[in-house]
């Protein structure tokens, strides 16, 4: 960075590799992530996408031409012009090539809003906004119970999910920014959003209205998946917990009854039936834990537990006065819960 003094002050002029430096940083932030709408993983984002750059173009290619009839004006040709040339220069240039402009990309915008509105290819999820959390649940075609699951969505690459949304206490806005655009949540109403993810991987989403103090950790992973592997994963999600294997484990799930965690969660197969908080019967095969949180390590479910309040503010699971064996068995418990 180049200083020069001028008087009193200091003026920095920044060197074209610092200005290339900068570029880079700011492409990889924008473009590198698993949360950025200007990385697209499916037909909706890129249809986002696309209406995002023809917009930024069009309003390049607008301030040029209106910079550089100042400048012509002003600098090239100054002084007065002919009555009729001006006329038709602010007719043209500010009543009909707007319009033009604008009811064309307009027409063209609301031609790919529909997309995201038509029903799903049979699946469908509903989802459901807590505080902090998300209640997921999948219901496949013909399905009479849904199966159960949280802070995660999963989808099938290729096909269209309809997603219904709705909400227990306060508005929420589910956004996972490389599949699609974003739906709020309302108590007491269903909205609905389709997705139709195309390239498998994990993308970051995050509920994007502000909604009390953990507002900022309220986020779920959406895994999008190869259609064979989805369909092995459901049915896998749709059976019971294993069973604990070694004794730590075994005197985790103990503990994890009568300390009370199953009137707050549901474990199936187990007498844990508890509603209000997430379901955990497969937590340990989750990517995060605490609605994105931390990762669902061994290490981190322990820290989960022993500093939930801290981790969550005004979570309603409240961190339990465990000794260190304590926490170490049920960790190993949940962290089994594959």
Known sequence: ???????????????RRHIGTLVSLLSVAGCGLHQSALNPAGRDATSISTLFWVMLAGAVVLWLLVNGAFFYMSRVRPGQFDQRYARHILIGGGIVLPVVVLTTLLVWGLSILPDPRRPGDGLVVRITGEQWWWRVEYWPEGAEDPILSANELRLPAGERTEIRLTSARVIHSFWVPALGGKMDMFPGRETMISLAPEKPGSYRGQCAEFCGASHAWMAFSAVVM?????????????????????????RGADLFLSEGCGACHTIRGTDAAGLVGPDLTHVGSRQTIGAGRLPATLDDIRLWLDHTEALKPEVKMPTYDLSPTELDDLAQYLEGLK
């Open 226 to 250: 190869d259609p064979g592997a989805f369909d092995t994963w459901l049915a896998a999600e749709a059976a019971d917990a294993t069973p604990p294997q070694d004794e730590a484990a075994v």
């Open 1 to 15: 960075m180049a200083v020069k003094n001028f008087g009193q002050g200091t003026r920095c002029r920044p060197s």
